[in-house]
């Protein structure tokens, strides 16, 4: 129980486009999830938490603008990566919460050119 | 605020050997404490997590932690390795049922033969 999966695993765009990362809880229903970055060979460091229902709150220095997010459902949150560029190319990934723990998805690997 | 401290940003170790991962964590608050197991280019995976109770807590693939609140520890061991325990390791704290996660740095094993 408690699989999170991700969407897609990796992608390559160009500067400039948009990219949409969905995050999904498979066997649970989570009305909190969580978007984190990852920069090679570095800890976790969470972007936002994502409410089903209401906004998603952000972290400080986390560009709301830039990495929208929307939890549409009880088992679906979604980060848009707007206007790409080179320096947002990293490791995303999203947990969901349940039973007193955040489970996390495999990780989005996104490279912008 | 709360933060965790992993002292050892890599510990080597010979296969069958044991092993102790370190993790230090400062909170005015009761919390919760997680380990974590990355494998190259995934996700986080869940290994063990202390909530309440016993403070000897068993995880998955042989690890077992042990919380220590007097020396506010939550140290990681496992009485023998393998080499697909080559992974980064993640100690996490989450203040008692705010869900957001705090991570230390990570501790990469390296097991070799």
């Known amino acids: 129980g408690a699989v999170v999966s991700q969407h897609p695993s990796r992608v390559i765009c160009k500067s400039g486009t948009s990219v949409k990362i969905e995050c999904r809880s498979l066997d649970f229903q989570a009305t909190t999830m969580f978007w984190y970055r990852q920069f090679p060979k570095k800890s976790l460091m969470l972007m936002a938490t994502?409410?089903?229902?209401?906004?998603?709150?952000?972290e400080q220095g986390v560009e709301k603008d830039k990495f929208l997010i929307n939890h549409a459902s009880l088992t679906l949150s979604t980060l848009t990566v707007t206007s790409a560029h080179p320096e947002d190319s990293s490791f995303y990934i999203c947990s969901a919460w349940t039973q007193e723990t955040q489970y996390f998805g495999p990780g989005t690997r996104l490279l912008v050119l | 605020a709360q933060s965790v401290t992993q002292l050892d940003s890599q510990v080597p170790v010979f296969e069958e050997a044991p092993v102790e991962l370190r993790c230090n964590y400062s909170?005015?608050?009761?919390?919760?404490l997680f380990w974590y197991v990355q494998y190259p280019n995934q996700g986080l995976q869940l290994l063990l997590k202390?909530?309440?109770?016993?403070?000897l807590v068993k995880g998955i693939n042989g690890f077992e932690a042990e919380f220590n609140k007097s020396q506010t520890s939550f140290h990681l061991r496992k009485p023998s390795v393998h080499i697909s325990d080559t992974a980064e390791y993640f100690c996490a704290v989450e203040n008692t049922g705010f869900q957001k996660l705090v991570f230390g740095t990570g501790t990469r094993l390296l097991v070799s033969p």
């Open positions: 909170s005015s608050v009761s919390v919760y």
């Open positions: 994502s409410n089903e229902g209401s906004k998603a709150t952000y």
């Open positions: 202390y909530l309440s109770g016993s403070t």
